[in-house]
């Protein structure tokens, strides 16, 4: 007969920074890819200025473009990496919808409260809450941090933001 021993969450490292976040610059860096985008009309010489007599700036005007964006709250999940969700269990598929409403904008780190977490996720009991954290750090979608409810995102995974951006500010 054989034996499975049980995964917990205790038996991972906690991190005080991202252990995804080396990979992560390399691999982004690589991907970087330049575009550009011809924006006419924003030149100096097409703002219109009003001069008085005596050859003063009395007033000017210039254009502005209005964007529409949508504000609903999204995470990007990488298709490269989408391997990683395959193997989870379904308590880490609930818990992870409860991390994306967690992820601040251009950070790779979360705060995890795992009363927030339960009432997110239906469950009654910690154990189911724990299985799923438990089956995101065995995946590499998330990382432990200092403490209990301090946590990283893998950014190759999961990310809110633009990760070109974020890379640069490392």
């Given at each position: 007969?054989s034996?499975?021993?049980?995964?917990?969450l205790?038996?991972?490292?906690k991190?005080?920074e991202?252990?995804?976040l080396?990979e992560?610059?390399?691999?982004?860096q690589?991907?970087?890819?330049?575009?550009?985008?011809?924006?006419?009309?924003t030149?100096?010489?097409?703002?219109?200025?009003?001069?008085n007599?005596?050859?003063?700036?009395?007033?000017?005007?210039s254009?502005?473009r209005?964007?529409?964006v949508?504000?609903?709250?999204f995470t990007?999940?990488?298709?490269?990496?989408?391997?990683s969700f395959?193997?989870?269990?379904?308590?880490a598929?609930?818990?992870?919808?409860?991390?994306?409403?967690?992820?601040i904008?251009r950070q790779?780190?979360?705060m995890?409260?795992?009363?927030?977490?339960m009432?997110y996720t239906g469950?009654?009991g910690?154990n189911?809450?724990?299985i799923g954290?438990t089956?995101?750090?065995?995946n590499?979608?998330?990382a432990?941090?200092?403490?209990?409810s301090?946590y990283?995102?893998?950014?190759m995974?999961?990310?809110?933001?633009?990760r070109v951006?974020?890379a640069?500010l490392?």
């Amino acid at each position: 007969m054989s034996y499975k021993k049980e995964s917990k969450l205790s038996n991972y490292d906690k991190h005080k920074e991202n252990p995804f976040l080396k990979e992560a610059v390399e691999q982004i860096q690589h991907n970087i890819v330049k575009k550009y985008k011809s924006t006419g009309g924003t030149s100096q010489s097409a703002i219109l200025q009003a001069v008085n007599s005596d050859g003063e700036l009395v007033g000017h005007t210039s254009f502005i473009r209005q964007i529409e964006v949508d504000e609903e709250q999204f995470t990007k999940i990488y298709l490269a990496q989408f391997s990683s969700f395959w193997n989870l269990k379904t308590q880490a598929i609930r818990v992870f919808g409860y991390i994306m409403t967690k992820l601040i904008p251009r950070q790779d780190t979360f705060m995890f409260f795992l009363d927030e977490c339960m009432e997110y996720t239906g469950y009654k009991g910690k154990n189911s809450i724990y299985i799923g954290l438990t089956s995101l750090v065995e995946n590499n979608i998330i990382a432990r941090g200092r403490n209990d409810s301090h946590y990283f995102i893998n950014p190759m995974v999961a990310f809110n933001g633009d990760r070109v951006t974020f890379a640069k500010l490392i």
